[in-house]
């Protein structure tokens, strides 16, 4: 098997050993005769999956399954971005969100459909490259909404904001389990799966019990987190292929030896690339300048002379790697290298970055 050095920014890479062990469950799954894609979401089979997703989920981040439920829904965290306000605003309730980029813009616009929406705080003003440290809160705010991960302009919430008594929520979709942070600071997550939790087709939502049951009751019950909190996520088919391997990639980072494993392994990959990038800055030029502001799971960054954009991706080609092309509406070139992606590779890319700068400057 050929495995290039997958720099997408989602779908991203998975680990070796979760594919190999879920193409196994395509062809059968617990001796039933039946692959994954086949068994009912009803039957022993699946369910037995299902319940233990959800346990694994809770441990890996830490929280009391007393407290918390997890979720397993479909639409991605856009959905997310409506479902959310539908949920909880209505005409004259007052939602604080702190806009930092693309998805974060795209949250707050759903959500002003539903209710009044503060903008807290932006870096707008600095086209999102860097993390507000001031925030105007509304006080008995509904809920604070924050992007925990910016995946376009490459900047991250590495502290948290302090609400005091306001619900805290968050969009953790794209770096969701990469550092030990204390999730019980949210009263609810969403994460989209197919960038740090599996494959694409399921999301993840978790959340406190007693928020959930504030929510509103006078909506489709189909867009109801209610609904999904009392069927344990069976009021419609479940995405079971992809909730599998969820629980599978949940083992990989248990295996790993949890959450505060795998962040020392993110922070050595992402010094790894702006090491390169900081060392070659005559070459190179980092979006986020502060590294405070830094994500560890994209990098982004442009060649100061765009000219020769083209032959570096091609280099890039060359040597394997794959999916290094900026987002098509920020441009330049980033480096996504979430859980799965191996520290050779952000080796492999340091190197590259320090070899095509003396080549070419």
């Keep these: 098997m050929n495995r290039i050095y997958n720099f997408s920014a989602g779908p991203a890479t998975l680990p070796l050993e979760v594919i190999q062990e879920a193409s196994q469950g ?25 319940v233990e997703t959800r346990e694994c989920l809770l441990r890996v981040l830490g929280l009391d399954p007393e407290m918390y439920t997890a979720l397993f829904l479909g639409g991605g965290a856009s959905t997310q971005f409506a479902l959310l306000p539908m949920n909880f605003l ?3 309730v007052t939602a604080d969100y702190i806009n930092t980029g693309e998805w974060a813009a795209k949250a707050i616009k759903e959500a002003k459909r539903f ?25 008995g705010a509904r809920y604070v909404h924050i992007t925990t991960n910016n995946t376009i302009e490459g900047t991250e919430f590495h502290a948290l904001p302090d609400t005091g008594d306001v619900p805290l929520i968050a969009d953790a979709s794209s770096d969701i389990m990469a550092k030990a942070i204390d999730y019980s600071r949210f009263h609810l997550i969403y994460a989209g799966a197919q960038k740090n939790a599996g494959p694409a087709g399921v999301t993840l939502v978790i959340a406190r019990k007693d928020f959930i049951a504030e929510a509103k009751d006078d909506i489709a019950a189909i867009l109801s987190y209610k609904t999904h909190a009392k069927s344990d996520s069976m009021y419609n088919t479940p995405p079971c292929f992809s909730i599998y391997v969820v629980g599978l990639v949940l083992k ?15 922070q050595e990959k992402a010094a790894l690339v702006y090491g390169a990038l900081d060392a070659n800055s005559g070459f190179y030029e980092p979006a986020v300048a502060d590294p405070v502001d ?18 570096f991706l091609a280099g890039a080609q060359e040597r394997q790697m794959d999916g290094l092309k900026g987002h098509r509406n920020v441009g330049g070139m980033r480096a996504s290298i979430y859980n799965a992606f191996p520290v050779e590779g952000c080796k492999a890319l340091a190197d590259y970055l320090t070899e095509f700068a003396v080549a070419n400057g």
């Design 90 to 92: 209505a005409p004259g």
């Design 115 to 139: 209710g009044t929406v503060n903008v807290a705080s932006s870096s707008e003003d600095a086209k999102f490259s860097y993390i507000p440290k001031t925030h105007s809160l509304t006080p």
């Design 252 to 266: 990989w980072i248990e295996a790993q030896g949890g959450l505060s494993v795998v962040e020392a392994r993110n």
């Design 26 to 50: 395509v062809l059968e799954i617990n001796g039933s005769g039946m692959s994954i894609l086949e068994v009912s979401h009803r039957g022993k089979d699946y369910d037995a999956i299902h």
């Design 294 to 311: 830094r994500s560890l799971m994209n990098v982004t960054f442009r060649l100061r002379n765009a000219e020769l954009d083209k032959k």
